[in-house]
């Protein structure tokens, strides 16, 4: 069974940094596409960052780029999310997800979730 679990959110003030963590067992995070996705009240859940199989490269999206930064542990079969300057539109349910097919920033490229932790940045 592929489970991702997410821990780590949190509610902080606008500047502050969070660090999310994604973990999986049963299989190895090693082989797959890994990505964050958030979803904001009344919105459409958004792509956030991908990580290539074994970490290789890294894409973000233009609303995090050079604030989050996407990492894995291959040892302890983790992904985790630095999220850094945090601003109040970061706010959001924060999901890891296992790549399937398709483009790496698309949420129907993507089959299994995690069930979401929630950040809430004030200002």
């Known amino acids: 069974q592929v489970q991702l679990v997410e821990s780590g959110g949190g509610s902080v003030q606008a500047g502050d940094s969070l660090t999310l963590s994604c973990a999986a067992t049963e299989w190895s995070f090693r082989n797959y596409v890994m990505a964050w996705f958030r979803q904001a009240p009344g919105k459409e859940r958004e792509f956030v960052a991908a990580?290539?199989?074994?970490?290789?490269?890294?894409r973000y999206a233009d609303s995090v780029k050079g604030r989050f930064t996407i990492s894995r542990d291959i040892d302890k079969n983790t992904m985790t999310l630095q999220m850094n300057s945090l601003i109040p539109e970061d706010t959001g349910v924060y999901f890891c997800?296992?790549?399937?097919?398709?483009?790496?920033?698309?949420?129907?490229?993507?089959?299994?979730w995690g069930q979401g932790t929630q950040v809430t940045v004030s200002s």
């Open positions: 990580s290539a199989s074994a970490g290789s490269s890294s």
């Open positions: 997800a296992r790549h399937t097919s398709g483009g790496y920033s698309d949420s129907p490229s993507y089959t299994y």
